[in-house]
């Protein structure tokens, strides 16, 4: 076989990607077994319709002859001004149309494109702990040094930026930030924005935020490109496909000073042809949505949110009900993390008849040596929780140890789903509780 490239090595196959066959495995036994099909709670992926009008524009703009042509690698003009104009009214900030706004292909893409414009080989990254994986596996094709910098509950989820200014930051090139935060859910302040700005100005950092979710449960949407300096030291991702339910559209962009944007252009030129056309005329239209559009999406939010702190309830997992973004993140109790909690290698735990509550499949993946050395394998909180859950009620939630060790103790709920199906999660919970 030829040897793939050394810098795959340091990567693995996306965790939702992964653990795609676990779910698979677990719906077939309840299948079998003649139960229900199984409640995925796990990645947040909008289950709504996107604006009606952008859709109308989608397919008007699809029969019109001229738009299947490659497009302009920099997008059209009256996208990057829609995406001007969105900033101005939402955020109060004034973006450059000619050359400070860079449409993507989703803003997962500029994770690795801003990867490759901005970091050498041996270069060092700041990366959150909890934090979304593409940032640490973005920062290693790129044969980065990764330095996690700790998110932790009793902070509120915000930076320790004595715990910063104490760490080694000589040849550090770049910070990932995302706020609202996921998986957290914890919401920034100006006065957050402002102190990470003013940190990536002191050491000579660039400072990337993440803001997918500004629209999500919040009151105002925040940019941290509003900040005093923030053009000469912070980039900033956003997208259409959390606050407009346009997830698999992949439109999204980058925006900050023209010549640091335009780095991205001089990579992203060499990778694909411009946007679609007819998408690009979509986008248009769903930026000019009002705030009636954003009050609806929330209104239905909330109540997601409400039911799904529901199953928390009814599990014994603490968390913050103000959350925003698209997830319910929650710490398991202290009596699942003992050792006498979940332990896998003796059986596993209880299942309904003709269900295995764990696969062949889920033990490779998380099973790791218990302490003892007693040939048993123990979970964390989180994934003992999760993988009870999956196989012995049939209901999906991520374990918080995808996004970092900080993540052990804590679960994850997408509220991608209706409340009947959050409600009817939380039946099969109640019910396998009052078994086991």
Request: net charge neutral; hydrophobic share 40%.
């Amino acid at each position: 076989m030829i040897q793939p490239a050394q810098r795959t090595s340091g990567v693995r196959e996306y965790y939702f990607s992964r653990k795609q066959k676990d779910l698979d495995a677990a719906a077939s036994q309840r299948a079998a077994a003649g139960l229900g099909p199984l409640v995925n709670l796990g990645i947040g992926a909008p289950d709504g319709m996107p604006p009606a009008d952008a859709i109308e524009t989608l397919c008007k703009a699809a029969r019109t002859p001229g738009n299947h042509v490659y497009q302009n690698y920099k997008g059209l003009p009256a996208l990057r001004q829609a995406f001007a104009d969105w900033y101005d009214r939402y955020y109060g900030v004034r973006l450059n149309p000619q050359g400070g706004i860079q449409p993507l292909v989703g803003s997962k893409e500029g994770i690795l494109l801003i990867s490759l414009a901005y970091v050498n080989p041996g270069e060092k990254v700041l990366v959150p702990d909890p934090g979304y994986p593409t940032y640490t596996s973005a920062s290693r094709l790129v044969g980065a040094e990764i330095l996690t910098y700790d998110l932790k509950e009793e902070n509120g989820w915000w930076p320790d930026f004595d715990a910063l200014e104490r760490m080694d930051l000589e040849g550090v090139k770049v910070m990932w930030v995302n706020y609202p935060n996921m998986p957290t859910g914890a919401k920034a302040t100006p006065e957050l924005f402002q102190k990470l700005v003013d940190f990536g100005l002191k050491h000579d950092i660039l400072i990337v935020n993440d803001n997918p979710y500004s629209f999500i449960l919040t009151d105002q949407p925040l940019s941290m490109l509003s900040c005093r300096g923030a053009f000469d030291c912070c980039l900033e991702l956003n997208s259409l496909s959390k606050a407009h339910n346009m997830s698999g559209w992949r439109i999204g962009m980058v925006a900050g000073d023209p010549g640091m944007v335009g780095e991205i252009l001089k990579v992203k030129s060499q990778m694909d042809s411009g946007m679609f056309k007819s998408l690009q005329l979509a986008a248009v239209e769903a930026l000019g949505q009002g705030p009636e559009w954003f009050e609806a999406l929330n209104g239905e939010y909330r109540r997601r949110r409400e039911a799904a702190g529901r199953i928390f309830d009814a599990l014994g997992v603490s968390y913050d009900p103000d959350i925003a973004g698209l997830f319910l993140w929650g710490k398991v109790p202290k009596a699942v993390a003992t050792p006498s909690g979940f332990t896998l290698g003796a059986g596993g735990a209880p299942a309904p008849s003709g269900v295995r509550p764990f696969s062949a499949a889920a033990k490779r993946e998380w099973t790791r040596p218990s302490p003892e050395g007693d040939g048993g394998v123990r979970l964390s909180a989180g994934e003992a929780l999760s993988e009870e859950l999956l196989w012995g009620a049939g209901v999906f939630i991520t374990p918080g140890c995808v996004f970092g060790k900080n993540g052990n103790d804590y679960v994850r709920i997408s509220l991608c789903a209706p409340v009947p199906v959050l409600e009817e999660a939380l039946g099969r919970i109640k019910e396998f509780l009052a078994k086991h």
